[in-house]
């Protein structure tokens, strides 16, 4: 593997099983935040097998998204196979970090598109470590000390037997499995040492000043300054990273925040996902 600097980075000739392969990789990915692994065609199997290379995957805490085959595998798909539906449609259609809801973020996140549509295809992204390098001085000072309150109550998909529950007890069974987490507004990246401003637009549902009151006014400023919210500019542009069925698409999913582009025709689409924890250290 040859990479070269830049957001969007593609990557030829990657060797899965080679370790020096896979360990530039690792570095490559928190450098330049994304690459694309032009060609792989990984079978499932061979596409967990890269994950467990990069990290520890762990399996979505909701079953109708796993691969029949290998539960750690997130299916994305509108397709239906043999009269059955394999994973859930139109998933990530909001700004997020994957499992952002969850105690313990996770580092790197691979997708492997498996069906590409020809219109509307794609995934977007922000970094939102350069975003904190853009604030203001007045920005900076305010958001330093705050906590930021994470919770999937707002995207969670209704599943078919949720169709005629109460929502306060859909809530209450929401909040028991995904407790809502509250950890630095702004954190240090363990793998670069950046300085990184965790908040989505998707999971984020409150910041909170030192003295622990919601400071609904600073959270709609910063998601404004991201770029998360329609029609913000955003302090940083926004990335838009094409693929091809048989690529795999590996980023930083300590630092990035992502959209994916869906289209509103009902043209097929299924993509694969695995997300790690990354124990190694720089």
Request: with cysteine.
């Amino acid at each position: 593997m040859t990479p070269q600097p830049g957001m969007g980075l593609v990557a030829e000739h990657f060797d899965p099983d080679s370790a020096e392969d896979v360990q530039l990789l690792r570095k490559t990915v928190y450098r330049d935040k994304i690459v694309l692994l032009r060609g792989l065609d990984l079978d499932v199997a061979g596409f967990l097998a890269l994950g467990r290379r990069l990290g520890t995957p762990e399996a979505y805490y909701e079953p109708a998204y796993h691969h029949p085959e290998h539960r750690e595998v997130f299916v994305s798909s509108n397709v239906v196979e043999g009269g059955q539906r394999v994973g859930v449609p139109k998933t990530g259609r909001f700004w997020h970090s994957d499992y952002q809801f969850m105690p313990r973020p996770f580092d790197i996140t691979l997708t492997s598109p498996r069906v590409v549509p020809e219109r509307n295809r794609g995934t977007l992204f922000i970094d939102l470590a350069k975003t904190y390098e853009a604030l203001s001085p007045e920005l900076k000072k305010a958001v330093e000390g705050t906590t930021a309150t994470h919770t999937v109550r707002r995207y969670f998909k209704i599943r078919p037997d949720d169709v005629f529950r109460p929502v306060c007890e859909l809530l209450a069974e929401i909040d028991a499995k995904t407790p809502p987490v509250t950890m630095p507004t702004v954190y240090e990246h363990p793998h670069t040492g950046e300085r990184v401003l965790y908040v989505s637009e998707g999971f984020t549902e409150s910041v909170q000043g030192p003295d622990g009151r919601s400071r609904p006014e600073l959270l709609r400023e910063l998601l404004t300054a991201t770029g998360q919210l329609d029609g913000a500019p955003g302090m940083v542009p926004v990335h838009l990273q094409t693929f091809e069925a048989g690529d795999v698409l590996v980023w930083d999913n300590r630092s990035l925040v992502h959209r994916a582009v869906h289209t509103d025709t009902p043209e097929p689409a299924v993509s694969w996902r695995v997300t790690v924890h990354d124990a190694v250290e720089d």
